[in-house]
C-alpha cells in the first residue's frame, strides 16, 4: 500500500503558505463533532470551524443522512434551463430568513464567487440603467472579500493581497468611521464620489481575515443610513458572519438594516460542502428584465446549485430550526468573554475582544512567529491558526464546555509565553 501522504505532499502546492520554509501539513484520517484525528492517531480540538464553516461540527448525522439520500437520487445537474428542488426549496428558504429586501437567490460554488457575482450585479444594474459610470466600489480598510479578481480589489489593498496591488482594479479604500467626525467625512466623500460609485461592500459587525476588527450595529447602520442617502448600493458580505456566528442569524439584524445585495457561504451547508449564494433584491433583480439579451446577468459557474450541496443546506437550516444554535452560540460568548480576560493583563497583548462565537486576543507584535504558535497550540492538543498578530476562536457551536475551556486554556497559557 503506498504512502498517501509522503508521495502526494511532493506535488501539493498549500494556500496561504510559503512552501520552501513552512512546517510539513498534518495529515487527517478524520472528524467527528469538534475533534480533529490525524494519521498518527492524535485528536486535536478544532478551535476554527474548519475555516468557520463547520458551525454544526463534523459529521451532523441529519445532514449526512441529507446528502446520501440526495446522492441516490441525482448528484448533480447543471443549472442552465433545468432545476431541481433542493435548489428551489432551499432559495424559498433563504429569503424567508434573510432581510426582507431580498428576494432573489443566485447560487454559486464559492465565497469568493458569490463576492464576484455581487460586484457584477451592482454594476450591470448601473449599466442597465444608463448609468455608465457607476463603475467602482467603495470598500473598507481590513475588509477581506476573497482571492479571485474582483474580490482581492474590493479587499484591503495592503493586506494579503499586496502582491497584486498594480493589477488589481482601483477601488475607493476607507477607514470604517467610528464617531460624528468620521461619519461627516464620509458623508462628504460620498458626496463628491457617489455618481460613480456602484455599490459600498462591507463585512458587517466583523471584518474576518483582515485581522477580526469588530465595528458597532449603531456603526454598520449609520454607514447604512448614508449609502442610502446617496442612492448606492449597499453589499452585505455575510459568508463569515451569517448563520449565527455573531450572535444572530445574520449580522445586518443586530443593525436593522436591509441590504441591496447579500454574499452567503462557508457554513451556509453547515461545513460539509462548497456552497455559495448571492442574494438580490426585487428592484435589483427587475434592472436585468428586458427584451434585450444583453441585460441578463451572464455568469454561471459550472457547479451552481449542485444538488448535493443545496440538499446539505436544507438539512443544515433544519437542524438551526430543531437545535438550539444560537443559544449555543451565547454560551460560548459568555466563556470566551471570561475565559480570556486574563490575556489582557499580559504583556504583549494590545485587545481581547468577543462577539457571539468569535474569541480575539489582539497581540502588541506585529512580527509575530505564528509558526511557532500553531506548533504550540497541536501540542496543547488544539488547532487554531493565528492571523499574523491575532490570535481567535471560532469554535463549532455544538462544542461541549470541556472541550471549549481546553481551547481558551491553551490560548491563555500560549499567550502566556510570548516573550
Known sequence: ???????????????????????????????????????????????????????????????????AAQLAMLPHIMFGGLVHEPALTLAKRLVDITPASLTRVFFSDSGSVAVEVALKMALQYWQNKRQTNRNRFLCFRHGYHGDTTGAMSVSDPDSMHKAFRSYAMKQYVVDIPSDEYGFAEFDQLLEGVHKNIAAIIIEPLVQGAGGMKFHSSDVLAEIFRIAKKH??????????????????????????????????????????????????????????????????????????????????????????AKEPRLKQVEAIEAHLQEALAPCRAMDFVEDVRVKGAIGVVQLDKPHMDTAMLKKRFIEEGVWLRPLEDVIYIMPPFTISQEELTRLTDAVVKVVCEIK
Open 1 to 67: 500500500m503506498s504512502d498517501w501522504y509522503k508521495e502526494g505532499l511532493e506535488h501539493i502546492w498549500l494556500p496561504y503558505t510559503q512552501m520552501q520554509t513552512c512546517a510539513p501539513p498534518l495529515p487527517v484520517i478524520s472528524a467527528e463533532g469538534c475533534r480533529i484525528t490525524l494519521k498518527d492517531g492524535r485528536e486535536l480540538i478544532d478551535g476554527i470551524s474548519s475555516w468557520w464553516t463547520a458551525c454544526h461540527g463534523y459529521r451532523h448525522p441529519h445532514i449526512e443522512k441529507a446528502i
Open 231 to 320: 442612492d448606492v448600493l449597499f453589499i452585505a458580505d455575510e459568508i463569515a458572519t451569517g448563520f449565527g456566528r455573531t450572535g444572530s442569524m445574520f449580522a445586518c439584524e443586530e443593525a436593522g438594516i436591509a441590504p441591496d445585495i447579500m454574499c452567503l457561504g462557508k457554513a451556509l451547508t453547515g461545513g460539509t460542502m462548497t456552497l455559495a449564494a448571492t442574494l438580490a433584491s426585487e428592484e435589483i433583480f427587475k434592472a436585468f428584465l428586458s427584451d434585450d439579451p444583453d441585460h441578463a446577468l451572464m455568469h454561471g459557474p459550472t457547479f451552481m446549485a449542485n444538488p448535493l450541496a443545496c440538499a446539505a443546506a436544507n438539512a443544515s437550516l433544519d437542524v438551526f
